[in-house]
C-alpha cells in the first residue's frame, strides 16, 4: 500500500510546479497552493521512503530509479529550507518541474516499489546517501543560478514588469547559491571519500571521471568568486557544472 | 434619527484653482466642525487634502444646505465656479465614499497610502457624534484592511519610489547600502529620502557647484564632493542616482569599466534622472551595472499602476462589503428605539405584576417567579428582535417599528401626557 503514496507526492509536486507559473502573474493564493502542494508532496515522499526502508533489508535505493526517487526527496527538502517564505517562493518555478519529472521517471522505472530489496554494503549506502544529497545543493544551486539569470536579464532589459513579480533579490540569489554549492561540495567531497575507501583498482569509470570533473569545476567556481566571479558569470558556471551533474546522474543510473 | 450628509469637492470635477480656495489645514478643519456641530446641533467632520475638502455632517434634519453654504463661504469669489464642482452625497452613497477614499480608490494614485493618515487627522480633528464616529472608525478599518489584503499599495507609484524598489530588488535589504547623489536639486533630494527610508545611507553628494551639494549633504549626513571627484566613489558605493542639469554626459562607459575592476563583481545600479542624461547609455552593458534612465523608470511605474488598477477591483469588493456592513448598522439604529420601548413596556408589565403578586409569595418563591418571568420575556423577545433588526436591514425597519409600536401601543402613553 506504501507505494502508492507516490500517486499523491507526485499530485501535489505537479500543483505545486502549475501553481509557482500562476505566482508570476503576481503574488497572492497561487503562491500559496504552491508551497502546500510541496509540503503535501514532499510529507507524502517521506512516508513513501519510510515505507520503502521499513521493507527492505539493506539500502533500498540502489536501483537507478530508486535513487532517482531518493535524490527528488533531496532536492524538495533543501528547496524547502527557503522556498516557504514569500521572498524565494519562485525559487520553485524552477525546482518543482523538474522535480515533478523526475519522480514521475523513477516512478515508470520502478524506484518508488515497496518490496524486499537485496542487502547492500553499509559503505556503498553512505556512499550513495552522500553523493546523491550533494547533487541535490548542486541542483537547488542551479535552480537559483537560473532564476539569478532570468531576473538579471529583465533587469537589464528593463522590462516594465520587472518589479511585478516577486523574485528573491540578486544578491540573495547570488549568494545562496555560492552557499548551497559549498554545502554541497562537503557532501560530494565525503562522498567521494567514502568511495575511495572501497575503491578497487580497475573500477575507474567515466562516472567517476565525471564526478571528480563536477568536483573540480564547483570548487573552482568557490574560488573564483573570490576573485569577482560573481553574478552572471558565476551563475553560468553553475549551470555549466549542473550540466556535468546531469552526466553524472545519466551515467550512473542509466549507463550501469 | 440622525442621517448622513456629505457635501464636496475634488480633483474630479474640480481644477487645482478652485480646490486650494476650499483648502484648509487641519486647525482650520477643527475650528469648522466645531462651528458646523454647534450651529447645526449635529456631528461635523471635515477632511482636506491637497485633491479634496469634504464636509460630512449627521443631524436629525437634512444638513446638506448649510454645509453647502459653508463651503461656499469657504470659496469666496468663486463660489459661483465652484457651484458646479459640488458633489453632495446622503446616507449610505456618502458612507461608501468615505470608504473609497480611505482606501485610496479615490485617490490620483490609486492605493497611495498618505490618505489613510488624513483621513485619520480628519478623524481626530472633528466633532464626531454616534453617527460620525461610527463612520470614520469603520472607514479607518476599510482602508486598513484593503491595504492588507490586496497588493493594492505594495508597488511603487512614483520614480523616486520606482527607484528604490529596483535597488531592492538588485541588494535585497538596503541597510548599509551606500548611495552617491549627482546632483544638489530636488529630484536628487526626493530620491535620497525614499532610499534613506529604505535603510540606505546617502554617502556622498556630489554637485558642480559644491555649496549646493554641501547643503543637502549635510541635510542627509553624507559628504560633499565636486562632480569630477566622483570616479573613486564609484567603486564604493552600491547605487548611483543622478539628477544633474549638465549638458553632457557626467559618467561615462569607461569610468564606471575602470571602477568595476575594483568592485570585485559587487553589482551596481545606477539611476540617470536627469534630461538631458548624465550616464554613458553603454554603461548598462557592463556586467554587473543596472543602469535606469526616467523613461525606463516611467515605464516601470506605469505597469505597477496598472498592477494597482486591477487590483481595485479586488478593494472595491472590499469597500462594496464594508459599506453594506455600516448600511445594516445605520438601518438597525432606526429601530432599536422601537425595540428598547417593546422591551421597557415588557419589563413594566412583568415588575407591576411581581408588585400586585408579592405580598402572598415568600422570598424563595418570589427570587423563583422573578427568574422564571424574566427568561419567558427573554424568550418570547428575542425572535421579534431578531426579525425587526432584519427588517431594517432590509429596508422594511420603518413599516415594522410602526406596526409594533401601534400593536403594542408603545409611545401612547408619553402621548397622552
Aim: glycine share 10%; with cysteine.
Amino acid at each position: 500500500m506504501a507505494e502508492l503514496l507516490v500517486v499523491p507526492a507526485l499530485l501535489a509536486y505537479g500543483e505545486a510546479a502549475f501553481a509557482y507559473a500562476g505566482e508570476l502573474r503576481g503574488p497572492g493564493l497561487a503562491g500559496r497552493l504552491a508551497t502546500w502542494g510541496v509540503r503535501l508532496g514532499w510529507l507524502a515522499q517521506t512516508a513513501l521512503l519510510v515505507g520503502q526502508a521499513a521493507s527492505a533489508e539493506g539500502f533500498p535505493w540502489n536501483t537507478w530509479a530508486g535513487s532517482l526517487n531518493l535524490f527528488v526527496w533531496l532536492v524538495v527538502g533543501a528547496y524547502l529550507i527557503w522556498g516557504c517564505t514569500p521572498r524565494y517562493r519562485l525559487l520553485g518555478l524552477t525546482v518543482m518541474p523538474v522535480a515533478a519529472a523526475l519522480l514521475a521517471l523513477a516512478w515508470a522505472g520502478g524506484g518508488t516499489a515497496v518490496e524486499e530489496g537485496e542487502r547492500s554494503g553499509a559503505v556503498l549506502a553512505l556512499h550513495a546517501a552522500l553523493m546523491l544529497a550533494g547533487f541535490a545543493g548542486l541542483t537547488l544551486a542551479a535552480g537559483m543560478a537560473a532564476l539569478y539569470l532570468w531576473q538579471e536579464r529583465r533587469l537589464k532589459r528593463h522590462e516594465r514588469g520587472v518589479l511585478k513579480v516577486r523574485v528573491p533579490p540578486l544578491e540573495a540569489l547570488d549568494r545562496l547559491a555560492a552557499r548551497s554549492v559549498l554545502g554541497a561540495l562537503v557532501l560530494l567531497t565525503l562522498g567521494i571519500g567514502v568511495g575511495a575507501a572501497s575503491f578497487e583498482r580497475g573500477n575507474f569509470d567515466a562516472a567517476m571521471a565525471v564526478t571528480l570533473v563536477v568536483w573540480a569545476t564547483y570548487t573552482s567556481l568557490l574560488v573564483l568568486r573570490h576573485e569577482g566571479w560573481r553574478g552572471r558569470r558565476a551563475a553560468h558556471l553553475n549551470l555549466a557544472g549542473f550540466a556535468l551533474v546531469a552526466v553524472v546522474l545519466s551515467l550512473t543510473h542509466f549507463a550501469s | 434619527m440622525s442621517s448622513l450628509t456629505l457635501v464636496g469637492v475634488s480633483h474630479h470635477r474640480a481644477p487645482i484653482e478652485l480646490r486650494e480656495r476650499v483648502a484648509l489645514d487641519l486647525d482650520a478643519c477643527r475650528a469648522l466642525a466645531q462651528q458646523l456641530a454647534r450651529h447645526l446641533g449635529g456631528e461635523a467632520v471635515v477632511l482636506s487634502t491637497c485633491n479634496r475638502t469634504e464636509l460630512y455632517l449627521a443631524r436629525e434634519e437634512d444638513g446638506e444646505a448649510e454645509a453647502v453654504a459653508a463651503v461656499m463661504e469657504l470659496a469666496g469669489d468663486g463660489a459661483v465656479e465652484l457651484a458646479s464642482a459640488l458633489y453632495r452625497l446622503r446616507d449610505e452613497a456618502a458612507a461608501l465614499h468615505l470608504f473609497r477614499v480611505a482606501a485610496g480608490l479615490d485617490s490620483l494614485v490609486p492605493g497611495e497610502g498618505e490618505i489613510l493618515g488624513q483621513v485619520r487627522s480628519a478623524f481626530e480633528a472633528g466633532t464626531p457624534g454616534p453617527l460620525l464616529d461610527r463612520l470614520f472608525r469603520q472607514a479607518l478599518h476599510t482602508g486598513r484592511r484593503v491595504r492588507i489584503e490586496t497588493a493594492i499599495g505594495e508597488s511603487p507609484a512614483s520614480v523616486p519610489s520606482a527607484a528604490a524598489a529596483l535597488a531592492q530588488q538588485v541588494f535585497g535589504e538596503l541597510h548599509g547600502r551606500r548611495v552617491l547623489l549627482l546632483g544638489a536639486g530636488k529630484i536628487s533630494e526626493a530620491t535620497a529620502r525614499n532610499l534613506v527610508s529604505r535603510g540606505a545611507e546617502i554617502a556622498v553628494v556630489a554637485n558642480r557647484t559644491l555649496a549646493h551639494g554641501d547643503d543637502l549633504a549635510r541635510k542627509l549626513g553624507a559628504q560633499a564632493l565636486a562632480l569630477d571627484a566622483v570616479a573613486v566613489e564609484l567603486e564604493h558605493v552600491d547605487v548611483v542616482v543622478s539628477a544633474t542639469s549638465a549638458s553632457g554626459l557626467v559618467v561615462s562607459h569607461a569610468t564606471v569599466a575602470h571602477a568595476l575592476r575594483v568592485r570585485k563583481g559587487r553589482p551596481l545600479l545606477l539611476v540617470d534622472l536627469a534630461v538631458p542624461r548624465d550616464l554613458d547609455p553603454a554603461i548598462n552593458e557592463l556586467d554587473g551595472c543596472f543602469l535606469y534612465d526616467v523613461d525606463d523608470l516611467r515605464a516601470v511605474v506605469e505597469e505597477t499602476l496598472s498592477g494597482r488598477r486591477g487590483e481595485a477591483a479586488s478593494a472595491e469588493r472590499l469597500v462594496a462589503e464594508e459599506a453594506e456592513r455600516f448600511r445594516v448598522w445605520h438601518a438597525a439604529r432606526d429601530i432599536v428605539p422601537t425595540i428598547a420601548s417593546l422591551r421597557a413596556l415588557a419589563e413594566e408589565i412583568r415588575d407591576s405584576e411581581l408588585a400586585r403578586a408579592g405580598g402572598r409569595l415568600s422570598e424563595r418563591e418570589r427570587r423563583h417567579v422573578e427568574s422564571v418571568t424574566s427568561q419567558i420575556l427573554a424568550k418570547l423577545l428575542h425572535l421579534p428582535t431578531i426579525r425587526m433588526k432584519e427588517a431594517a436591514a432590509a429596508a422594511d425597519g420603518v413599516v415594522y417599528a410602526d406596526v409594533v409600536r401601534h400593536l403594542f401601543g408603545l409611545g401612547e402613553e408619553e402621548r397622552r401626557r
